[in-house]
Structure formats: C-alpha cells, structure tokens
C-alpha cells in the first residue's frame, strides 16, 4: 500500500526528463505570464541539461515578436491571449532553439488586466512535438499565484501526456 507520500519520481518534470533523455528529445520552454516556472520546474529534474538547452520568457509583445517570431498581425488582431499566440510561440521557441519539443505558456495571471471577453485565469499552453503543435485553453482561478502555478502544472501535465504518446 502506498504512504501517499509524494516522491520525485512521481513528480512530473522527473517522468518528463526520464524520457527526454531516454529518448534524445531536446525541449524548450517559452512563457508570458508564467515568468519561468515552467522552465525552474523542469530543472528540478537530475540529468534535464541532457534535453533542455535554454528557454525564453518573453513578457512583452516585443519580446514574443523579436525572440519567438510571433507575427505582428496576430498580437494586433488575436492578443498576446489567444490560441494563435500560444501555437507561434511554442512553434517559435523551437525553431529557433533547434528543439525537438516546445512548451508556451501565455495569459492573464492578474489580478489586473482582464475584460469579459478574456478574463483573468485565462491561459493558453501550446506544446510543439514531433511538427505537430497542440493549443490547451484553460481558466484557472484563485490568485495571481495559484493561477501561475496551475498553468505551470497543466503546461507540463499536457508536454508529459504528449511525450507519452509519442514514445508508444
């Protein structure tokens, strides 16, 4: 019978890293509201400088565009919330770091800067693997905190579910 107790090996940046490595999958991470916990959870994980090179936080509209490649036109017509921000991201980040996989995370953390159209706790993660790149929309709630740390959660929940198909 299990203790219940949490262990590092299962946490998932530990079962995402056992099979980057495993595998030779290269991975980066490209966040807005996240601010880099996706990419400080990742390197918790012992042995993740064997997958995971370097990633971007680009808060900015200007930083999306300059690093990542995000068009211009789909800041002005869809935001830097939006489904198509999150694809060019993640699809960004790993063009131009060479990698395998990509992570991007984008949305309104709060407690400021939501509308009735996009309120705050809205999130888009878009994980990029293999060519193909898939777009999560999420709404968390709570803080400015607890929806940080539950789009970190759900980014590396969606990237381990998408290794896990892969490698099947």
Same mark, same amino acid.
């Given at each position: 019978?299990?203790?219940?107790?949490?262990?590092?090996?299962?946490?998932?940046?530990?079962?995402?890293? &056992?099979?980057? $490595? #495993?595998?030779?999958? @290269?991975?980066? @991470?490209?966040?807005?509201?996240?601010?880099?916990?996706? /990419?400080?959870?990742?390197?918790?994980?012992?042995?993740?400088?064997?997958?995971?090179? *370097?990633?971007?936080? @680009?808060?900015?509209?200007? !930083? &999306? $565009?300059?690093?990542?490649?995000?068009?211009?036109?789909?800041?002005?017509?869809?935001? !830097?919330?939006?489904? *198509?921000?999150?694809?060019?991201?993640? *699809?960004?980040?790993?063009?131009?770091?060479? /990698?395998?996989? !990509?992570? %991007?995370?984008?949305?309104? !953390?709060?407690?400021?800067?939501?509308? *009735?159209?996009?309120?705050?706790?809205?999130?888009?993660? %878009?994980?990029?693997?293999?060519?193909? @790149? $898939?777009?999560?929309?999420? #709404?968390?709630?709570?803080?400015?905190?607890?929806?940080? #740390?539950? %789009?970190?959660?759900?980014?590396?929940?969606?990237?381990?579910?998408?290794?896990? #198909?892969? %490698?099947?």
């Amino acid at each position: 019978m299990s203790s219940g107790r949490i262990t590092k090996e299962s946490q998932v940046e530990y079962k995402i890293a &056992k099979i980057l $490595i #495993h595998y030779g999958i @290269t991975v980066t @991470t490209a966040e807005s509201c996240t601010g880099g916990l996706v /990419a400080g959870t990742l390197v918790n994980a012992e042995g993740i400088s064997a997958s995971f090179k *370097e990633g971007f936080i @680009t808060y900015s509209n200007e !930083a &999306k $565009i300059r690093y990542l490649g995000v068009s211009e036109k789909t800041l002005e017509k869809q935001g !830097a919330v939006s489904r *198509e921000c999150a694809l060019e991201m993640a *699809e960004g980040a790993a063009r131009n770091t060479g /990698a395998d996989a !990509a992570v %991007a995370v984008t949305g309104i !953390a709060g407690p400021d800067g939501g509308t *009735e159209e996009k309120p705050v706790g809205l999130v888009y993660i %878009a994980v990029y693997l293999n060519g193909k @790149t $898939i777009v999560k929309r999420c #709404h968390f709630g709570g803080d400015r905190n607890s929806v940080r #740390h539950a %789009a970190v959660k759900e980014a590396l929940d969606l990237l381990y579910c998408q290794l896990l #198909h892969c %490698a099947q």
